[in-house]
């Protein structure tokens, strides 16, 4: 993981997602002290199948180096948002969203991506995913990447879902490669779809350029939709 130095803690990136049942989930960007938060998430949030599938090893709990290395992070080269939930006052890890450069010149970015299996199904996955595309977009990564186990049928959907191609994996059988490269096809999201359509709408009845939506619906501007909503 990137150990590069620390920018300001992004707080743009702080959202809010409500769940089917009404449940509101908090996703932010990690900080240092969450290495404890991410342990039990790991070790307590995610079946023993879950954590071969994000880790690709038979990993029981996080060894307090990898905690460690998973929270003090650059939000540049090594960007990470959480999801919680708070139980009764208790804060609950209940996701883990990332990108880590390849090296600090390089634009491209290897992403990874875990639900707690309580929380999977709800829609949280594909909420993260849109959110890292955009945060890589956002940095500046040009082609994002993740490597999964072909038996990975969740992550295979979901990414493939999301605007991802598949792809051999250069060096390892059991492994898919899911890429996408940012710089053809910049992340756009529901909200910047809508801006476009109330746009459109404006210029239909009014016949008239709106300037002033076209800029504000770009992806960085846009980064994260629902927060003040
Ligand atoms: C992959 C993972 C992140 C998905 O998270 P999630 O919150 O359950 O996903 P969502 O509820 O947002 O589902 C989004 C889409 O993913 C796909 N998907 C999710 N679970 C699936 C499953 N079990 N089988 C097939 N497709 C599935 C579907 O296309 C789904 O859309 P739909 O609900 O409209 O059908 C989660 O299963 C997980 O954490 N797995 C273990 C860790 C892992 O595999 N990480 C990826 C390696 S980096």
Redesign the pocket.
Known sequence: MTHGTPHRYPVEWIDRLTLPDGRLVTIRPVLPQDDTLEQAFVAQG?TA???Y??FLIGLQELPDALAQSLTRIDYHNHFALLAEWFDDGTEVQI?DARFVRVDPASGHAE???????A???????????RLIVKAAHAHGVQLLY????HE????L??AT?TGFTQRRHPEDARLARVERDLRVDAPVDDWDQAAQAVLVRAMQAHDAPAQPAVSSATPAATAVPARGE
């Open positions: 995610m199948k879950s954590r599938l994000r996701g992403f990874a991506i875990a639900v707690a299996d929380w999977q199904g709800l829609g949280i996955g594909r909420h993260l995913l993740g490597d999964l186990l990975n049928r969740a992550m959907t979901l879902a």
